[in-house]
DNA sequence: GTCTATATTCTGATAGAC
DNA sequence: GTCTATCAGAATATAGAC
């Protein structure tokens, strides 16, 4: 592999688990057998090579969402098969925390590829929501694109969870709490 | 104030805004208008400071949300109380915050205080949701501890859209949501 | 309790040889 | 393309005077 893939990769892997603020050049330099001319070489600096990490890291997690997504089965099957794909749940998002980092937050260029990725995945599972209302899978009263956030949101929050209490069981807890809510359910208040 | 309490603000302040890994002594000298000796007087070094300051923040945290959660109303009204309250919604959770930084998580003292605040609120949330489905407020099918992780992740996740997309927008409609699914509703799936 | 001086290591680069 | 200096400033303290 060339020095500049190499390069990128340990940046991503870094931002992943330590953020911007928290990964120096000379960190990435060592994770990828680098030298620091070579790094300066094929990178402006630190917020150029960031950038394309970011770049990077988006662009996967939008194929990995995506692939399951648009798998078969129905609404419902497709948004649990999404909810519950194998996580490094320990790890934390790779893209959703860079969105705890002032530094990332600041730059327009890097905060875009975030917001974009995020942006992507509500408007995808917005639209799934609203085939499976269509077909009568849900709760007719629900708003797509706010229950899309809330989706989005409980995945991001499940990381929190499980990273604070050090084990994957919080994140596994909470999504079952979400698919709960969301399953087709029939109330007993029937009318007598 | 006392000296000893403005450095202990001033690194609230910082911990929230730029986590651990982004805040330096020098950075909250200044911000407490404190000089060096004055902080090594008071308190060991940035770990011991930042301890007493992590806290500070959770204990505030459990106060605030407990003064909703334990108010009037029914059950659903209470925690509809606490995810609507006001927040800095951009700033992001003070507390949930820290859970990226990989200093908090590799030490058990930082760490305690954020998973002990974050399992408090979990298991008051859980008790509501208990005796909501005792008063038949919610679908009889949910069980209180996985919607209670659930409702937690939301708020900690919607900050994350809400950073990403730069506006406070994503979170209230990811609350939205939760609340729309929570809401005590009548399926239009009723036997004929 | 607070201040200034000093020390070591890291950060994020630039310069120029190979 | 990669390497080895070199550098100004920040990070995280310690020492000792006041």
Redesign the pocket.
């Known amino acids: 592999m060339?020095?500049?893939e190499r390069l990128i990769e340990a940046t991503q892997e870094l931002l992943w688990e330590r953020g911007y603020?928290?990964?120096?050049?000379?960190?990435i330099q060592q994770a990828a057998g680098?030298?620091?001319?070579?790094?300066?070489?094929?990178f402006?600096?630190?917020?150029d090579l960031a950038l394309a990490a970011v770049l990077r890291t988006s662009a996967e997690m939008r194929e990995t969402a995506g692939r399951l997504l648009d798998g078969p089965g129905s609404a419902y099957e497709r948004i649990s098969a999404y909810l519950l794909r194998g996580r490094e749940v320990l790890r934390g998002c790779p893209v959703g925390r860079l969105t705890m980092d002032p530094e990332v937050v600041a730059s327009d260029a890097l905060r875009a590829p975030v917001d974009e990725t995020i942006g992507w995945l509500r408007e995808r599972l917005a639209g799934i929501l609203q085939e499976g209302l269509d077909a009568g899978e849900f709760a007719p009263g629900i708003v797509p694109r706010e229950v899309a956030a809330t989706i989005v949101a409980t995945v991001q929050g499940s990381y929190v969870l499980a990273r604070a209490s050090g084990s994957a069981d919080a994140f596994d807890s909470a999504v079952r709490g979400l698919l709960s809510l969301l399953a087709p359910h029939v109330t007993t208040d029937r009318p007598a």
Chains 1, 2 share one sequence.
Do not use: D, L
Request: net charge positive; glycine share 18%; charged share 10%.
């Open positions: 060339s020095t500049s603020v928290g990964t120096s050049p000379k960190a680098a030298g620091q001319g070579s790094m300066y070489h094929h402006a600096g630190k917020p």
